[in-house]
């Protein structure tokens, strides 16, 4: 099968990497020149492997047969679907996003199919070709339009361990409430997921963002009890969130996917919530 990775971060690297090892035919789309020629030259690394593929800043190179993989923050989506409206209208997207603010846009696109996705692991981007992950990556996905069984490849894929949701929106949001107690923080103080149970201090941010969520979405305390959230931290102490990971290799943090969703969604306001949102806004203008 082929795929077109839109997006050179965590994520996208990371896919492309697990796609080209499973024997996919693999485009990646990034942003800026040099990382696009520093993949062409060196490929994408992992510790001592190297996957050899080819990148574009172009979403004209991109096979009108591929899957096309969106992995790119809310901020650079609009000027990208413009463009796949126009160069790439037959193909089938998924978009696999930290994040529901993407899912109005998703919707009004003229493309027959789309899905969404998520991807649990834990990749952290080194450079603008080199990444690092120890656990086995865990694809669920689901249709958000078209028919399901266009995207039957990706569940039989080796490139990763998969399942296939009929209501991938309920599965993004039960996702959405938990990285939205861990990645604001975590990435706001530079601290692992396990800091947030184990400082004292960190640990009352945590439990006070925990009970203003819970306000404004009671039904967080069914999809992510705060026991839950903190024994998955505990478990796995030295994980890095996605935004901390981004904001450590200089690369976008999907704050407004993330973080504005909940705002725009929640009928209350929430003071601790907006606060983070507009500090790493501000972090975000000056890097």
């Given at each position: 099968m082929k795929y077109a990775i839109i997006g050179a971060g965590a994520t996208g690297l990371l896919t492309a990497y697990l796609l080209k090892k499973a024997g996919h035919e693999v485009q990646v789309i990034a942003q800026h020149q040099e990382?696009?020629?520093?993949?062409?030259?060196?490929?994408?690394?992992?510790?001592?492997?190297?996957?050899?593929?080819?990148a574009y800043t172009d979403v004209e190179q991109i096979d009108p047969d591929a899957f096309i993989m969106l992995t790119i923050n809310y901020e650079e989506l609009q000027p990208i679907l413009r463009l796949l409206k126009i160069?790439?209208?037959?193909?089938?997207?998924?978009?696999?996003?930290?994040?529901?603010?993407?899912?109005?846009?998703?919707r009004n696109l003229p493309h027959r199919h789309i899905a969404a996705a998520l991807l649990e692991t834990d990749c952290v981007k080194w450079s603008g070709n080199e990444i690092s992950f120890s656990k086995?990556?865990?694809?669920?996905?689901?249709?958000?339009?078209?028919?399901?069984?266009?995207?039957?490849?990706?569940l039989e894929t080796t490139a990763w361990k998969s399942?296939?949701?009929?209501?991938?929106?309920?599965?993004?949001?039960?996702?959405?409430l938990f990285n939205s107690l861990i990645d604001p923080l975590t990435a706001m103080m530079k601290i692992r997921n396990g800091?947030?149970?184990?400082n004292p201090h960190a640990y009352e941010l945590f439990r006070n963002l925990y009970?203003?969520?819970?306000?404004?979405?009671?039904?967080?305390?069914?999809?992510?009890?705060?026991?839950?959230?903190?024994?998955a931290c505990a478990a796995e102490p030295d994980r890095m969130s996605t935004m901390?990971?981004?904001?450590?290799?200089?690369?976008?943090?999907?704050?407004?996917?993330?973080?504005?969703?909940?705002?725009?969604?929640?009928?209350?306001?929430?003071?601790?919530?907006?606060?983070?949102y507009h500090l790493l806004k501000t972090i975000e203008v000056q890097q």
């Open positions: 990382q696009s020629s520093l993949i062409n030259k060196r490929g994408i690394i992992h510790g001592k492997n190297r996957q050899q593929l080819t160069r790439c209208p037959s193909n089938r997207i998924i978009f696999l996003q930290q994040g529901m603010l993407f899912l109005e846009k998703a086995a990556a865990q694809l669920t996905v689901g249709s958000l339009k078209g028919n399901s069984e266009e995207f039957q490849s990706l399942v296939w949701v009929e209501q991938i929106e309920e599965q993004l949001f039960e996702s959405q800091e947030l149970i184990t009970n203003e969520l819970y306000l404004a979405f009671p039904e967080i305390e069914r999809l992510q009890p705060i026991e839950k959230v903190a024994a901390l990971a981004d904001r450590l290799a200089d690369d976008a943090m999907e704050i407004d996917g993330l973080m504005l969703y909940m705002l725009n969604r929640s009928k209350l306001e929430l003071p601790l919530y907006k606060a983070f």
